[in-house]
Each structure stands twice: as structure tokens, then as C-alpha cells.
């Protein structure tokens, strides 16, 4: 499959679409349904000619802007992923970029103006699906050029692109029912808000909806509904909290809950589930372009407990602290802790590593914290494995907090350099301190000449935060210092951040943690 091409596929492919419109004209003639008339049909083959010659006419340009593109590829995925993957994720984003690509053609005039022709046509057919307008390939090249750029083979997108448009004909017939399963994939409402008290708001209906109902009858369970029982009072629409009528403005938008958190297990609790549409009430089209909120869907934000067993020979616990570890871990390398949220009650307060399910006694390396409520410690010398930090209180087997992780081979070639000095040419850098910090935090580097410099913090979300320094830097060595202020001047928010320092080829990435 790596060797097909695009004219293996129409080779392929059209002699079984030309079948299967052979097919659904017999079909629909021995059903006495006439799909096709000739005028609709004679249409249909004059948007045809013309969208396939203006195909042909910028195939040259589009393929090579692809291949252009491709040099500058965010991720290198045919070195990352075997090539059958790379067909199956290509697939995928091409189905996903032609949704959006539908969806704005339904949203934004210019894009209906072209798109409206194939929804021109009196009859539902197979045929239908090749009704497109003359310029529908031009309108497609800005959507279609973020494939090259993630990464994905020109040449596979040029070949999945014709079978997946082949494919596309499947939704254009009324000779299919249901597709089964198939139809699971999709959003649907939940069956527990079309109940009889709320048959006015769904076209006086009572349905149950198969894909949630399926979920339940697996013992899942609806974190919103749980929460907010009556879906009369509390109906939690999230889809459409932006259009209120179809692009057309002739019928009233469904509003229904269609984006849903289910759950299962003993050990968790549904603390809260809640629709959200940013800070603000969002406004309604045409007035939504200053809506904080992007999207046309609600978000649905649950918030859950776990009860957590951490070895075999510990009882289930309630873990209050916090422990992370900066980094990825690699064996006999020094690797650094940190934590927050700790009991701070006594100077006996300690913090240790463990092999993972051993008994409270069997420590690897122990250090006191003191009596304080967040810190770091730094622990080396471990090989291979799955281990355990644990902090404990009262000088004891007090447990008041857990965190698990593995040690993996340090010849891996994906090290993270994690907390030894990176050494690069003409470039040196340390570890930041003190981390966790409130609220000044040292990045220390030494530069052997005059160099380029950026080092800009971002947020968890990826947002830019504050620009550190970017411009060049003479020799010596250097400490910057972060105030946890933005590039406004205004203090951020307590929470964990990343900031990316660049010298020359070398780049690095280093979470930070604010507390207050």
C-alpha cells in the first residue's frame, strides 16, 4: 500500500463508483423511486467537468506547495511512526481537516457562495457526491496545507485524499439505512434529557438515545445528570450556545447537551460537573466575535475525587501533598523532587524513595524537609525500575503523600538532560533555583562568546507570558531573574509554567512551579 498511487486509486475506485451509481439507478427503478432526472443529473455532470479541470489545473501548484511546506514540518513523524500509521493518522486528519473545511463552508458567505452548488441538486444520490463546485479545490488549499506542516507525507495525502473523497460518496444515497456501530462514533444527545417533561424542547419527543443508553447500561454513569438531576430545570445545552438558527436563519438551531463526562469505578466521586462558555455569557451570531469562548460547543468541566492504593501493605490513603519530579528520570543521574502542600507540622518531616509496593521501612534514601510546606530534594544512584517518593510526618511512618515513577535507560535518545548541566558548544546552563520559588526564580547560564539569546515563559496552556530576554547576549556568565509578572507588569497566578531558552541550535524546555 505504500506504493499506491493516485492513478492506481481512480483505476480502482471509479469503476466501482460508475457499479455502485449503476447499482442505486436498477435499485431505485425496481422501487419504483426515480433518484435521477436528467436535468438534475445533466447538472451534475457540468459542475463534475468543471471541478475535475480545475482540479487538474492546480493539481501541479497544490502538490508543490505540499512539498514545500513539508520542509518546514513541525514534527518529523515518518522517522517517529511505522508507515502504516502514518496512512491511518493521515486518513483521520484529512476526514477532520474536511469537517472544519465543511462546516466554515456552511458558515462563512464567501465559502457557501461556492459550496451552496452541491446542495443544489432536487434528489439525494450518489452521483450528488460529485456535484462540486468549480473553484471547491482552490477554496480547499488553506485548509488542507496544515497536513504538510504536521508532518504528514505529501505524496500519502495526495493518495488518501482521492480515497477518501471516493469514500464520501457512501453518504450521499437513500438506499442505506443505519450504518450500525458506525453510527456510535458521532455525537448525540443523551437519552436521559428527552424525557417527557421536556418533550416540548425536542419536538415533542421521548427518545432514548442509543450511544448513551449503551454507556449506562455498561454501569457508566452521566457526571452531569448525577449532579443536576432534572433536565427540565437544568437542561445543559451545550450545543449551540453561539447560533441560535441555521446559517440560512429559516429554522431555530438544536439546542441539546451533546458533550458529556461519563465515569465508573468505586473509588471515584463526582465532586462537581459544570458547563462552561468562558468568563462571560457568551452572545449570539453574528455578535460572537468578541465572545472569550472560541468554540460553538460548550466544554463540560468535571471535577472528580480518587481514592488511591499506593503499595501492596499500605491501607487506601488520603493524599493531600503534592509531589512532581522535574523531568524525565534516568538511572545513576541526579534527579530533583519537588513538593507542595505538605503537612509542615514538625522538623521531623521527611521525604524518601521506594521501591515500588515495598514496606514502609524499606527506603532507598531518605532526606528531613523540616517543618516546612513545600521544597525540593534531590535524589540520585537509582538503575532501572518503577519506584515511589513518599513524604512522611512526626519523624514516622506517617505517610502524608505519594508519587510514582519509573527510572528508564539513560542511553535512551530521547534524554531530557534533565537536571545535570547542559553543556552545548559555546553554551552552558543550570538548573533554575530555587524551584518551586515565590516569587523571584535564578535562570543561570554561561555564554563562551556573544550570542543570540531568547527566554520567553508560557503558561500551562502554551500562551506567552512574559519575554525574559530575546536579542543578543555578550559573554560571561549570566543570571536572569523572573518576578512572576507578565509582560504588562502584572502579577501571575500561582500554578506550574515552562520556559523555552534558546542559544544558537540549542533549545530546551524546563517546567517552573509558582506557589503562593
Not at 484529512?94 to 451552496?116: G, K, N, T
Not at 419536538?203 to 449506562?216: A, D, F, H, M, R
Not at 460553538?296 to 499500605?314: K, M, P, R, T, Y
Not at 518551586?436 to 500562551?463: A, C, E, H, S, W
Request: aromatic residues 14%; contains cysteine.
Amino acid at each position: 500500500m505504500t506504493d499506491l498511487t493516485v492513478n492506481q486509486v481512480y483505476a480502482i475506485g471509479a469503476p466501482i463508483v460508475l457499479a455502485m451509481i449503476l447499482a442505486e439507478v436498477l435499485i431505485s427503478s425496481w422501487q419504483n423511486k426515480n433518484y435521477y432526472k436528467a436535468n438534475d443529473s445533466i447538472c451534475t455532470l457540468g459542475l463534475l467537468a468543471g471541478n475535475i479541470a480545475m482540479a487538474f489545473a492546480i493539481k501541479g501548484f497544490a502538490l508543490g506547495l505540499h512539498f514545500y511546506l513539508y520542509q518546514f514540518r513541525l514534527i518529523d513523524l515518518a522517522s517517529l511512526i511505522p508507515t502504516w500509521a502514518m496512512w491511518a493518522m493521515t486518513f483521520v486528519l484529512i476526514d477532520f481537516v474536511f469537517y472544519i473545511y465543511h462546516r466554515m463552508s456552511h458558515r462563512v458567505r464567501f465559502l457557501w457562495a461556492i459550496h451552496m452548488s452541491h446542495h443544489s441538486s432536487e434528489e439525494m444520490n450518489f452521483a450528488v457526491s460529485f456535484r462540486q463546485a468549480w473553484f471547491g479545490p482552490v477554496s480547499k488549499i488553506p485548509f488542507f496545507i496544515v497536513l504538510p506542516l504536521l508532518g504528514l507525507d505529501p505524496t500519502i495525502i495526495a493518495v488518501a485524499g482521492v480515497v477518501s473523497t471516493l469514500w464520501g460518496i457512501v453518504g450521499h444515497t437513500q438506499i442505506f439505512g443505519k450504518l450500525g456501530p458506525l453510527e456510535w462514533i458521532f455525537n448525540t444527545p443523551s437519552h436521559q434529557d428527552y424525557t417527557a417533561a421536556t418533550a416540548s424542547n425536542h419536538c415533542e419527543s421521548i427518545y432514548q438515545w442509543p450511544v448513551t443508553q449503551v454507556l449506562t447500561d455498561n454501569g457508566m454513569i452521566d457526571a452531569f445528570r448525577e449532579i443536576y438531576s432534572d433536565p427540565y430545570i437544568d437542561p445543559g445545552n451545550t450545543w449551540s450556545p453561539i447560533y441560535e438558527s441555521n446559517p440560512d436563519n429559516i429554522l431555530p438551531e438544536p439546542q441539546d447537551r451533546i458533550d458529556l463526562i461519563f465515569y465508573k469505578g468505586e473509588n471515584i466521586t463526582n465532586l462537581s460537573c459544570d458547563i462552561s462558555i468562558g468568563s462571560v455569557d457568551a452572545n449570539y451570531y453574528p455578535n460572537h466575535l468578541e465572545n472569550d469562548w472560541p468554540s460553538d460547543h460548550a466544554a463540560v468541566v468535571g471535577q472528580f475525587e480518587v481514592d488511591i492504593l499506593s503499595g501492596e501493605n499500605l491501607e487506601p490513603l488520603d493524599i493531600y501533598s503534592n509531589i512532581d519530579i522535574i523531568g524525565e528520570v534516568y538511572e545513576n543521574e541526579e534527579f530533583l523532587v519537588v513538593f507542595d502542600n505538605a503537612p509542615g507540622v514538625d522538623e521531623n518531616q521527611w521525604i524518601s524513595v521506594f521501591n515500588l509496593a515495598a514496606s514502609a521501612t524499606e527506603y532507598l534514601e531518605w532526606h528531613y524537609t523540616g517543618a516546612i510546606t513545600s521544597g525540593t530534594q534531590t535524589f540520585s544512584g537509582l538503575q532501572q525500575g518503577d519506584y515511589e517518593i513518599r513524604i512522611f510526618q512526626d519523624n514516622y511512618y506517617s505517610q502524608a503523600g505519594v508519587y510514582l515513577f519509573s527510572v528508564i535507560d539513560s542511553t535512551s535518545t530521547d534524554i531530557d538532560y534533565n537536571v545535570n548541566d547542559f553543556i552545548k558548544d559555546d553554551f552552558k546552563y543550570y538548573q533554575p533555583y530555587p524551584n518551586p520559588f515565590n516569587p523571584v526564580i535564578n535562570i543561570q547560564y554561561d555564554l563562551n562568546k556573544d550570542k543570540l539569546l531568547n527566554i520567553t515563559i508560557y503558561d500551562m496552556l502554551g500562551r506567552q507570558v512574559k519575554t525574559l530576554i530575546n536579542g543578543l547576549q555578550t559573554s560571561g556568565n549570566k543570571i536572569i531573574q523572573w518576578n512572576a509578572t507578565n509582560d504588562q507588569g502584572q502579577p501571575v497566578s500561582a500554578g506550574v509554567y515552562f520556559y523555552i531558552i534558546e542559544a544558537g541550535e540549542f533549545k530546551q524546555i524546563k517546567k517552573i512551579i509558582l506557589l503562593k
